[in-house]
C-alpha cells in the first residue's frame, strides 16, 4: 500500500531543486492498516540532508524539533547584544558552511539558555530584592520607588 504523502511531495532532492523524487518510503503490512487506519506518513526538512526525514504516525499531532526563540526582553537587559556577539565569534566549529551554522545556531541555542537563567529568570523577585536593599540604604526604612 502506498501511503499518501503529508509536508511535501517529495523526499529527496538535489542541491539545485531542479531534480526531486518520493524515493523514501515505509512498507506497512496490510494488517497494520486494518488495525490503525488513521497512519499518516509526514515528510519533514530537517538539518542538512537531501532527504527529508519521514514520520509514520497514527494520530495527527506531528512536531518538528522546537525552534530557538528570543524573547523581547533579553534586547532590554543591558549587555545582552555584546554577550551574543561574543559568543557567536568565541565558537570555534570546523566543518563545511552549512554544517558550521547549524553547529553554532546549536550553541548559542545552549548558551543562550545559560544566560537567560543567570540575567532574566526570577526577574521579578530582583526587582523586589534590590528595592528592599536600596531601602536599607537609604538608612530611613522608607520604602524606595523606581518605577
Known amino acids: 500500500m502506498n501511503l499518501?504523502?503529508?509536508?511535501?511531495k517529495y523526499t529527496w532532492f538535489?542541491?539545485?531543486?531542479?531534480w526531486m523524487s518520493r524515493l523514501d518510503r515505509f512498507l506497512l503490512y496490510e494488517e497494520w492498516c486494518l488495525?490503525?487506519?488513521?497512519?499518516l506518513q509526514v515528510?519533514?526538512?530537517l538539518g542538512l540532508s537531501d532527504h527529508c526525514t519521514l514520520v509514520l504516525s497514527i494520530d495527527e499531532d506531528i512536531r518538528g524539533p522546537r525552534p530557538s526563540r528570543m524573547l523581547k526582553c533579553w534586547q532590554d537587559t543591558p549587555d545582552y547584544n555584546l554577550f551574543v556577539s561574543e559568543k557567536w565569534k568565541s565558537?570555534?566549529?570546523?566543518g563545511w558552511g552549512g554544517y558550521v551554522l547549524k553547529e553554532k545556531f546549536k550553541l548559542i541555542k545552549k548558551a543562550l539558555k545559560e544566560w537567560h537563567v543567570s540575567?532574566?529568570?526570577?526577574?521579578?523577585?530582583k526587582i523586589v530584592f534590590i528595592k528592599e536593599r536600596l531601602a536599607v540604604l537609604n538608612g530611613?526604612?522608607?520604602?524606595?520607588?523606581?518605577?
Open 4 to 8: 499518501p504523502l503529508h509536508g511535501r
Open 14 to 18: 538535489k542541491g539545485d531543486a531542479k
Open 35 to 39: 488495525e490503525w487506519p488513521n497512519f
Open 43 to 45: 515528510a519533514i526538512l
Open 91 to 94: 565558537l570555534q566549529v570546523t
Open 119 to 125: 540575567h532574566t529568570y526570577n526577574l521579578l523577585g
Open 140 to 147: 530611613n526604612g522608607e520604602k524606595v520607588e523606581l518605577l
